[in-house]
């Protein structure tokens, strides 16, 4: 990490060297001032998220209705995971672009300052809009996140409400997505090469195409839900010469490569983390470079693999099955290239490295359990069952969210200029393992044994099982107060962080890495 300027980004200071007040903030349109408001949206998101991941928990602790019906039990899973994966991963990935790009690529800020303050601002008020389902008649949202027909189709105006915030949501990331795209292409430092940028810069170049190419596949699925709502159209509606499994080939063509923009750039934070405390270079860069320009385009192709079950003929089955276990190459070169450059380094375990290695090694359990699901035969019987449930929150919680914290824990020196907590870090990553274990773990077997998703009762038998998860649940969401307390806590003051606050591994990340990343071509590399 280039530590140089630790203590001129702990916040944006103006012409005259005042800090700026409240109002000077929010109306910023210094990266990282805007890098710093994604970050805390999606902080708030992702408690607001988690509290109704509490209450799924809680209801499910034993047989029967105990809290809510079920279709208020609905209404919690649909808008725990429509505010999790747009409200929370997606910005906060969002924040940590604005704020390391421009450092790593040597560029003043991003492309389009004004466009990135925009960009952010339609963040609050799609949030806004989709918290506030909850309060109208008929409440919140009760058909899945997907959004399928003809169940989507039965709603108050909640359901127009929801369409609209994620009109909103993809706007935004279209426009942060450009955004990004120019500042890479066009503002890289003199000598920079594409081949020369740090892996996180590539995750986001290729991440941010995939955000132009599929959001407005999502807008034109949601924008013909929205019509046929309301305006008298037919596209889903079967009795009127539609078709309802439309959606969902749109739909999925959209939702599978959103699967990877949510944990391509964790893939980029792990390949920065990682190097620094192995003080080894990355080892395979070209590789690691194509292995993810291969997922992103293995995405697009990938789609109906969600769809096994709706009677597609058996050469679509036969397609997307090997398709869906081709993405399994690139992916492994990535985790072979992450153990490869563990091996024989001089390692320590701060809490960066201590995310990242649990990344590493829960990330292959959800790919392994998605290769499971990707034969045919085993998917038609797991479809809709809490197997799926596992496999998805090991990608994505320990994906995406485990790889957040780890660079969050990376990069808050470089960031606040003070040092967090290491003990209370160590302790927070702990909790979370063990915990997220624990609530997610048994699902798998609840699943095998025939579990369904998205019902707020079930038969006897699974009963100890899921009160093993609401067990592991409860503790992995009050972990994350520890995780709150330890952000706030460092952003309000601490040790000062100085200018080598790993000891000597943010040097080597830029002096040591091959091919060299930013700030190399001003210090040639200690290894070539």
Known sequence: MNTTTVNDTAGHHDEHGAPPGIMRWLTSTNHKDIGSLYLWFSLFMFFFAGALAMLIRAELFQPGLQLFQPGVFNQLTTMHGLIMI???????????????????????????????????????????????????????????????????????????????????????????????????LNMRAPGMGLMKMPLFVWTWLITAFLLVAVMPVLACAITMLLTDRNFGTHFFDAAAGGDAVMYQHIFWFFGHPEVYIMILPAFGIVSTIIPAFARKPLFGYVSMVYAVASIAFLSFIVWAHHMFTTGMPVAGQLFFMYTTMLIAIPTGVKVFNWVATLWRGSITFETPMLFSLAFVFLFAIGGFSGMVLALVPVDIQLQDTYYVVAHFHYVLFSGSAMAIMGGVYYWLPKWTGHMYNEKLGKLHFWLTAIAFNITFFPMHFLGLAGMPRRIPDYALQFAEFNMISSLGGFLLGASQLLFLYIVIK??????????????????????????????SFVTPPLVK
């Open 86 to 184: 747009f409200g929370a991963i997606m910005p906060a990935l969002v924040g940590f672009a604005n704020w390391q790009l421009p450092l790593m690529i040597g560029a003043s800020d991003m492309a389009f300052p004004r466009l990135n303050n925009w960009s952010f601002w339609l963040l609050p008020a799609a949030g806004i809009l989709l918290i506030a389902t909850f309060f109208v008649p008929g409440g919140a949202i009760a058909g899945g996140w997907t959004m399928y027909p003809p169940l989507f189709m039965q709603g108050g105006i909640a359901y127009d409400m929801s369409i609209m915030a994620i009109h909103i949501l993809g706007i935004s990331s279209i426009m942060g997505a450009i955004n990004i795209i120019v500042t890479i």
């Open 490 to 519: 460092c952003v309000r003051g601490g040790t000062p962080a100085g200018n080598r606050p790993w000891d000597g591994a943010d040097t080597l990340e830029w002096t040591q890495t091959s091919p060299p990343p930013y700030h």
